[in-house]
C-alpha cells in the first residue's frame, strides 16, 4: 500500500512526454558531455536523468569502433578528441622564416589565434590608414609538457550546482516510490543509473598534449615563424621544440579500450536502451509518476543548458597556456597591409646575425603582399635593401631618377607604399624597447645546416 496518497495518481490524464524528452535537450546534453574532460572530478557528478538519451547516444556510439558497433551507431570513426571538440579545428598556415616550413596548423593554433583575438590592449601605430591590421608577437621559452591530467579540479561552486538536479532526482525516485507508482520510479532510476555510468566511463579518459616531434634533429634553426590570417599576423618566436606543440600539437584523449572502444559502445547502447524503455512504458506510468518524471528531466535539462554555456574553448586555451608556461602577448595595430608587412619583418629579424642565419626579407614581404607587378617588385626590393642594411638610420625613399620610369599612377602609389614602410619603420623604433626579446637570441646564431662540413 502506498505510504503517499495523491489524488492525481487517480487521473486517467496522460502526459505522454517520453517520447521528447528522448530527443529534447539532446544537443544541450553533447555539449555538457564534453565538459567531462574539462574539469577534474565532473565524471562523478552525471548521476541525473538527463533528456536527449537517443541523440547522445547516436553520437557518442561512433566512437565504437568494430563491424557490430558501426552497424549499431553508423557514422565516422572519430577520434575521441574530435568527438568531445578537442581537436578538428583548422587553424592558420605556419610559414618559418628561418627553417622554411610551410604547413597548415591544427586545433591548438586555431586556439592560439583566439586568445590573440582576447587581447584588449593593442598598441596603436601611425601612418595612412586603409585596412586596419594586427600583429600580435608570441615568445615562447622553455616547454615541457608535463603527460600527466591537465584539466583543472572543478570547483566548489560547480560542485553544488551539480548536486542540485541529482537531489532533484532522487527525491522524484523517492516520491514515486512513496505514491507507489514503481513504474515511474524504475524509469526515472534507469535514466540516473545510465546517465551517471556513461559519464562516469566517458570521463574516465585522461586529457593529454602530443607535442609533436619530441627532439628536433641538431642543428635546427629556430622556429620563428607567422600565423597569418587575412587580417592579423602571429609572429611566434622560440626554438624549434617549444614552437612544435603549436603547429603540430593537438589533445588528445587517452581512453581505455581502444581502438575498439567496447565501453563507449556499452554506455551507448544502455542510453538507447533508456529511450526505448520510458518511451514504451512511462506513458503507463500515473499521472503523479509522469509529472515526477518531466520534473526530473527539467531539473536535469536545466543543469545540461549551465554547463552548455560555459565556454569550452576558452577552457582549452587556458589549459594550452598554462601548458606553455603563460607566454606574455604584446599586440599592435597597423594601419595598412604594406605597413603590417614591414613591421612583421622588422620583429622577426630581431637579434639576427647575419650572415650566419638565411634570413631573407624579401621572402618575407612577398608572404605578405605576393602582387606580381612593376610598383609591388620595386617596392619589395628597396625595402628588402633597406633591412639588410646595417645603418640605424633606413630612407625608404626612391630618388627622382628612379621614379621616372613610373607614369603618375604608379609613381603616386609607390611613394604611398614607402611612406608606409617609413612608418612601420618609425613606430618599430618607439616600440623596440618592448618588442626586443633576449631570451633565444643565442639560439639564433645557430649556423644554417649548409655550413655544417
Same mark, same amino acid.
Given at each position: 500500500?502506498?505510504?503517499?496518497?495523491?489524488?492525481?495518481?487517480?487521473?486517467?490524464?496522460?502526459?505522454?512526454?517520453?517520447?521528447?524528452?528522448?530527443?529534447?535537450?539532446?544537443?544541450?546534453?553533447?555539449? %555538457?558531455? %564534453?565538459?567531462?574532460?574539462?574539469?577534474?572530478?565532473?565524471?562523478? &557528478?552525471?548521476?541525473?536523468?538527463?533528456?536527449?538519451?537517443?541523440?547522445?547516444?547516436?553520437?557518442?556510439?561512433?566512437?565504437?569502433?568494430?563491424?557490430?558497433?558501426?552497424?549499431?551507431?553508423?557514422?565516422?570513426?572519430?577520434?575521441? %578528441?574530435?568527438?568531445?571538440?578537442?581537436?578538428? =579545428?583548422?587553424?592558420?598556415?605556419?610559414?618559418? !622564416?628561418?627553417?622554411?616550413?610551410?604547413? %597548415?596548423?591544427?586545433?591548438?593554433?586555431?586556439?592560439? !589565434?583566439?586568445?590573440?583575438?582576447?587581447?584588449?590592449?593593442?598598441?596603436?601605430?601611425?601612418? $595612412?590608414?586603409?585596412?586596419?591590421?594586427?600583429?600580435?608577437? &608570441?615568445?615562447?621559452?622553455?616547454?615541457?609538457?608535463?603527460?600527466?591530467?591537465?584539466?583543472?579540479?572543478?570547483?566548489?561552486?560547480?560542485?553544488?550546482?551539480?548536486?542540485?538536479?541529482?537531489?532533484?532526482?532522487?527525491?522524484?525516485?523517492?516520491?514515486?516510490?512513496?505514491?507507489?507508482?514503481?513504474?515511474?520510479?524504475?524509469?526515472?532510476?534507469?535514466?540516473?543509473?545510465?546517465?551517471?555510468?556513461?559519464?562516469?566511463?566517458?570521463?574516465?579518459?585522461?586529457?593529454?598534449?602530443?607535442?609533436?616531434? =619530441?627532439?628536433?634533429?641538431?642543428?635546427?634553426?629556430?622556429?620563428?615563424?607567422?600565423?597569418?590570417?587575412?587580417?592579423?599576423?602571429?609572429?611566434?618566436?622560440?626554438?624549434?621544440?617549444?614552437?612544435?606543440?603549436?603547429?603540430?600539437?593537438?589533445?588528445?584523449?587517452?581512453?581505455?579500450?581502444?581502438?575498439?572502444?567496447?565501453?563507449?559502445?556499452?554506455?551507448?547502447?544502455?542510453?538507447?536502451?533508456?529511450?526505448?524503455?520510458?518511451?514504451?512504458?512511462?506513458?503507463?506510468?500515473?499521472?503523479?509518476?509522469?509529472?515526477?518524471?518531466?520534473?526530473?528531466?527539467?531539473?536535469?535539462?536545466?543543469?545540461?543548458?549551465?554547463?552548455?554555456? &560555459?565556454?569550452?574553448?576558452?577552457?582549452?586555451?587556458?589549459?594550452?597556456?598554462?601548458?606553455?608556461?603563460?607566454?606574455?602577448?604584446?599586440?599592435?595595430?597597423?594601419?595598412?597591409?604594406?605597413?603590417?608587412?614591414?613591421?612583421?619583418?622588422?620583429?622577426?629579424?630581431?637579434?639576427?646575425? $647575419?650572415?650566419?642565419?638565411?634570413?631573407?626579407?624579401?621572402?618575407?614581404?612577398?608572404?605578405?603582399?605576393?602582387?606580381?607587378?612593376?610598383?609591388?617588385?620595386?617596392?619589395?626590393? =628597396?625595402?628588402?635593401?633597406?633591412?639588410?642594411?646595417?645603418?640605424?638610420?633606413?630612407?625608404?625613399?626612391?630618388?627622382?631618377?628612379?621614379?621616372?620610369?613610373?607614369?603618375?599612377?604608379?609613381?603616386?602609389?609607390?611613394?604611398?607604399?614607402?611612406?608606409?614602410?617609413?612608418?612601420?619603420?618609425?613606430?618599430?623604433?618607439?616600440?623596440?624597447?618592448?618588442?626586443?626579446?633576449?631570451?633565444?637570441?643565442?639560439?639564433?646564431?645557430?649556423?644554417?645546416?649548409?655550413?655544417?662540413?
Amino acid at each position: 500500500m502506498p505510504t503517499l496518497n495523491v489524488s492525481i495518481s487517480q487521473s486517467s490524464f496522460n502526459l505522454d512526454t517520453s517520447g521528447v524528452a528522448g530527443f529534447f535537450g539532446g544537443d544541450e546534453a553533447i555539449s %555538457a558531455m %564534453a565538459t567531462v574532460h574539462l574539469y577534474r572530478g565532473r565524471r562523478w &557528478l552525471g548521476w541525473y536523468n538527463s533528456p536527449g538519451s537517443y541523440i547522445v547516444a547516436k553520437k557518442f556510439g561512433q566512437l565504437a569502433n568494430s563491424r557490430f558497433w558501426d552497424g549499431l551507431f553508423p557514422g565516422p570513426n572519430l577520434t575521441p %578528441a574530435e568527438v568531445f571538440g578537442l581537436d578538428g =579545428k583548422t587553424g592558420p598556415r605556419y610559414w618559418g !622564416v628561418l627553417s622554411g616550413t610551410d604547413m %597548415a596548423c591544427g586545433h591548438l593554433a586555431y586556439l592560439v !589565434v583566439q586568445k590573440t583575438e582576447e587581447v584588449e590592449e593593442v598598441v596603436e601605430l601611425g601612418g $595612412r590608414e586603409t585596412i586596419p591590421q594586427t600583429v600580435t608577437i &608570441l615568445d615562447v621559452g622553455d616547454v615541457i609538457l608535463k603527460h600527466t591530467d591537465q584539466a583543472p579540479m572543478m570547483s566548489v561552486h560547480h560542485a553544488l550546482l551539480a548536486a542540485i538536479p541529482i537531489t532533484i532526482n532522487l527525491a522524484t525516485c523517492v516520491l514515486c516510490a512513496a505514491s507507489g507508482d514503481w513504474l515511474a520510479f524504475a524509469l526515472i532510476l534507469l535514466g540516473v543509473i545510465s546517465g551517471g555510468t556513461s559519464c562516469f566511463v566517458i570521463g574516465s579518459a585522461q586529457l593529454d598534449f602530443l607535442a609533436g616531434v =619530441k627532439e628536433p634533429s641538431p642543428g635546427t634553426p629556430p622556429a620563428d615563424g607567422i600565423l597569418l590570417m587575412r587580417n592579423n599576423v602571429v609572429i611566434v618566436r622560440g626554438a624549434e621544440k617549444d614552437i612544435n606543440p603549436i603547429t603540430k600539437g593537438k589533445f588528445v584523449l587517452r581512453m581505455h579500450g581502444g581502438p575498439e572502444y567496447r565501453r563507449i559502445g556499452l554506455c551507448s547502447l544502455l542510453l538507447l536502451a533508456q529511450f526505448l524503455l520510458q518511451l514504451l512504458f512511462m506513458p503507463q506510468a500515473s499521472t503523479f509518476g509522469q509529472i515526477m518524471f518531466i520534473s526530473s528531466v527539467a531539473a536535469s535539462w536545466a543543469y545540461n543548458s549551465f554547463l552548455s554555456s &560555459l565556454e569550452q574553448e576558452k577552457i582549452q586555451v587556458d589549459l594550452l597556456w598554462k601548458a606553455l608556461g603563460n607566454p606574455q602577448l604584446l599586440k599592435f595595430g597597423l594601419k595598412n597591409r604594406a605597413a603590417q608587412a614591414v613591421f612583421a619583418c622588422l620583429v622577426l629579424s630581431n637579434g639576427i646575425q $647575419r650572415p650566419f642565419v638565411d634570413f631573407k626579407p624579401k621572402k618575407v614581404l612577398h608572404r605578405f603582399i605576393s602582387n606580381d607587378t612593376r610598383v609591388w617588385n620595386v617596392w619589395r626590393d =628597396k625595402v628588402a635593401e633597406q633591412l639588410e642594411n646595417d645603418t640605424e638610420e633606413k630612407s625608404f625613399k626612391l630618388s627622382s631618377e628612379d621614379l621616372q620610369e613610373f607614369g603618375d599612377h604608379e609613381r603616386a602609389l609607390l611613394t604611398s607604399l614607402l611612406r608606409d614602410a617609413q612608418d612601420a619603420y618609425g613606430g618599430y623604433q618607439e616600440q623596440a624597447h618592448k618588442i626586443k626579446d633576449n631570451s633565444h637570441v643565442s639560439e639564433k646564431q645557430v649556423p644554417r645546416p649548409d655550413s655544417f662540413v
